[in-house]
């Protein structure tokens, strides 16, 4: 067998082994002398739920930025987009610095950064300025990744399933909040107050952080950035696994952000004329559906993710019937938000139960490609949904979405059979 040599990455047979160097770690005390405890944990879940509410505010305000700076509804849903694109090359640019520098201090500056985003967004006098800033939130977002694998290094490992399932807990609330508290701020003081307070809060964590996070801790790998990101690329030319995945959750958040991103217009619009308080509270409808999906991790480990995967995009595809109906009663939306996100959030973890299996050594960069994906379907949908929504209504807003959801059935239908069967034995076995 052929192997080529390229400094720390051996590649072999199709598939590239990471040595020793790369995983290499400089011995640090930090990490080792703390104890990881629950108020330490809930600190960790709520700079990640802080982090990700702060691209999530957007969509409840579109209408009241859209006056503000003259946009059409048509192309409102850039600013959702554009923050979803940052986000996507945060994840690609942001999220491997994590093993080449101090993380103390890339969260904590990152952090900052983002305060000043906020900011920006806040006082922003140009619709270009707006999107500028909303591009800058996005792609600092990502320290939420970066959170969520700090936490898991730092807990010992009988604890690091709970610490784990704290901190991302974190990210669903703050998903789910979002909404309802951008939604009451706009009602009280305008949306623009919204940026503000986050920005004061994103400062007082970043501070915490910095104050509270392991010092000393030097996790310097020997390849250099440029290989570190051509590796996260080579993942997705070697593992099926990460392919296949990747593109279900493009489809499946495109799904979500086609129905969530213009939904503000119709119901601030007559005959519901919502405020953006009561606007704010269908994203609590989300909540139900978020917890059940915890379930689904479960499945997946029993080796169930394939079954998982096909019953969940086939609920998806039919909650957009009771959506297409929220003309006739607002029941008939809420049942559609709970299914789409109990469906959205099962093959969610579905997805990363498999792709975390094939790699274990490389999961910072498995999460940083299928998250790339993510942000492609959710900036996608979120721009293609508020124009589908100027020409067509919400009934093609309903028809896009369930041709969307079709879209990612089949495709799960048409690969299911390229997942490794030691990939799914594997799920089976833990």
Not at 151 to 162: D, F, I, N, T, V
Not at 335 to 359: E, K, P
């Amino acid at each position: 067998m052929k192997l080529e040599q390229d400094d720390n990455l051996v590649i072999g047979g199709g598939q590239a082994v990471y040595t020793d160097e790369i995983a290499e770690k400089t011995p640090f005390s930090g990490p080792q002398a703390i104890e990881f405890s629950r108020p330490l944990a809930l600190l960790f879940a709520i700079a990640c739920g802080l982090a990700v509410a702060n691209v999530y505010f957007a969509p409840p305000l579109l209408d009241a930025i859209a006056d503000s700076f003259g946009m059409s509804h048509a192309t409102i849903g850039m600013i959702v987009s554009i923050s979803q694109v940052g986000y996507g090359l945060g994840l690609l640019l942001i999220v491997p610095l994590g093993d080449l520098i101090d993380r103390r201090r890339l969260i904590a500056g990152q952090s900052v950064l983002s305060a000043l985003a906020l900011l920006a967004v806040c006082f922003a006098p140009t619709s270009l300025a707006l999107l500028v800033a909303m591009a800058a939130i996005g792609l600092l977002a990502v320290v939420t990744q970066a959170l969520v694998a700090y936490a898991a290094s730092l807990a010992k490992p009988h604890e690091r399933g709970q610490v784990v399932g704290i901190v991302t807990s974190g990210i669903v609330i703050g998903i789910l909040l979002a909404r309802t508290i951008a939604g009451g701020m706009a009602d009280l003081a305008g949306w623009r107050s919204v940026y503000a307070v986050s920005a004061v809060l994103t400062l007082i964590i970043a501070a915490l952080l910095f104050h509270f996070l392991p010092r000393n801790e030097v996790r310097r790998t020997k390849i250099a950035y440029p290989k570190l990101i051509k590796s996260v690329f080579l993942l997705f030319a070697e593992e099926p696994v990460l392919r296949i995945r990747a593109v279900i959750a493009m489809f499946i958040f495109a799904d979500i952000t086609m129905l969530l991103t213009p939904l503000v217009l119709p119901l601030s619009a007559p005959p519901f004329s919502l405020s953006h308080t009561q606007i704010g509270l269908f994203g609590l409808a989300g909540a139900a559906g978020a917890l059940a999906a915890s379930r689904a991790g479960r499945w997946a480990d029993r080796g169930h993710a394939q079954r998982t995967t096909g019953i969940t995009l086939t609920i998806m595809l039919l909650s957009w019937i009771p959506v297409a109906f929220m003309q006739t009663s607002l029941w008939f939306l809420i049942i559609g938000i709970v299914t789409i996100d109990f469906a959205l959030q099962a093959v969610h973890v579905s997805n990363q139960s498999l792709i975390y299996r094939v790699r274990p050594e490389a999961q910072s960069r498995l999460t940083a490609g299928y998250m790339i994906f993510y942000s492609i379907g959710s900036a996608a949908g979120s721009l293609g949904s508020t124009l589908v929504y100027a020409s067509a209504g919400w009934i093609g807003v309903s028809l896009a979405g369930a041709g969307i959801s079709a879209l990612a059935l089949m495709f799960w239908a048409a690969t299911r059979h390229r997942t490794p069967a030691g990939a799914m034995a594997e799920a089976g076995q833990h």
